[in-house]
């Protein structure tokens, strides 16, 4: 197995938060190499948001590493181009917020992700979301698995170990409501990209951790042969409506309720 991850943050100076755009540098098509660091920790303008990237990860020490460090020198780059003594940049730990529409007014902050995703329990397209506020951002924590197992067991056994925890580790319930609904996947050429979880664990270095060995349990359960076809409704469920009971009743069927 190995791991990448391409979080969003959202900048911010005292209780303020800034749009990103004429800030960051970097485009999807063209990532800016972060100049402190090994080639492939990159970082970009993503609407109004941050975006780093990191490259793939073949042990959990190299994934936490790589998570925090990325943070780290990408914020200390971003300072050096504008810096207010007074109120220093930071990352916002936050997965969804409201922006002032001073920080709107680039027409760049009204272009959203281009690419479709599907959900892996029917195969089909989702739905481009609409925010119930149109000054509403929200920021994902996607994880890109690299492996050759079938993509959408992969992403169903990823429901269980990882989508089910993050209803008791991520505190910010607002994103859940436009983003992150249970399945939510693209395939890639090298495997899959989750997108259900928020950025909430890139923050913590024991989730950072956790999201590794959450990862490692799934492909297991999928090598293993494990069918979750047979209760996708009830992991789609909790998922999607925040049954925490539901979601134990789940992981502990499955043995998947690890260190919450």
Known sequence: MKLGAD???????GKTVLSSIGRVGGTKLAPKQIPTLPTGFTVQ??????????????TKADWVFSILTVQEHALKMIESRESDPKFPLKFAQMSCTVFPRSQLLDPASHIFGCEPDFNAWTGEEN?????PRPEMRSAGGHIHIETELPKREVIQAMDLCVGLATLFQDRGKERRKIYGKAGAFRPKSYGVEYRVPSNYWIFNKNYISNMWDRTFRALELVESGVNLQLMSHRIQTAINTDDKDLALYLMDKYNVNMEL
């Open 45 to 58: 303008e993503d609407n109004v948001a941050v975006e780093f990237g990191i490259p793939p990860c073949k």
């Open 7 to 13: 979080p969003e943050v959202f900048l911010a100076s």
């Open 127 to 131: 739905i481009s979301p609409i925010p």
